[in-house]
């Protein structure tokens, strides 16, 4: 948080006091499709991913959350209606969770967290109309090496066919690519 | 403004005072790939839309902003660095502008700007992982059909190639769903 705002050492017990700590083991869902979007999650050790099944019947990631990052459907969220998605940690993963109305009572004690969470939604954006970008301009082979060349942490820690879901590219696809280069 | 932060009659005006008012024509520039991302722009007439030129040389569609919405490169805005966007009015569009120096200016004088920003943003950031499974998981004619349903005022508004770029779709294979509904 002090990267974006200013806040006092006495407070961050405050803050922390709002939030839930919770273990999750691989594979955890902490959100499912179809319920209400009541909570917001921040990733402090390990990876969570948002997720919704195709009418194919396949799994498809929207967005990962690896440490320091927020993740809920912010739509329904802020709607307050059901979500559409799933989320589930992608490995052994420690988050603190926040529900709607903790968080709007967080806001009213500490508004300067209005602050943190406008250029956290800011970048959020910002970021996926890039990712739209992307999509549509680099090759299907780019796609995948430039992700992984951005962000080596992610091609390290999650497992290929969910990064391959991310990028809109089949498990098939990213195996062949992977030979390619290893060749 | 009012309807997510509730705000003084008598502050309208000192807000509105850090603002530009630029009448723009039907295919005016006014944010350029390359240049420093300076500037945050609300439309209060018309329509704007955020597009770039693809590496084969077609115009692809990010975003677009109809009346009440904003619209900037944010992630190049945040990081004040160079956009790789273009910006162009769609018809002919009155749009508020504001530089990055003085929303900041403006968020120190009335803080509760960074409450309706946050919401603001959280939702352009819901909505954009929302498009995602959209673009995912239906067919390309459905992507067109649920669309033009969703938002009829833009179906009757933008020229189709607009929305077609926008949908990942080609002009050709719009005007063929078009053909296809109206028979």
Redesign the interface.
Known sequence: MRKFVSLEDADFPKVLSYFDELDLNKKDLIMQAGNLCSHTYFVMEGCLH?Y?T??KGTE?T??FALEGWWLT??????NRTNT??NMQAVENTKVLSITYGKQEQL?REF?IL??Y???I?????????????H????SKEDIYLQFTEHFPEFAQRVPQYLIASFL?LTPEYVSEIRAKKRS
């Open positions: 948002m919704f195709s009418k498809r929207v967005q459907d912010f739509l329904a969220h802020h559409d998605f806001y508004p209005e602050r969470f406008r250029i939604h800011q970048i959020g954006y910002g970021a996926s109309l890039h990712k739209m970008k999509l549509y301009d680099l809109g």
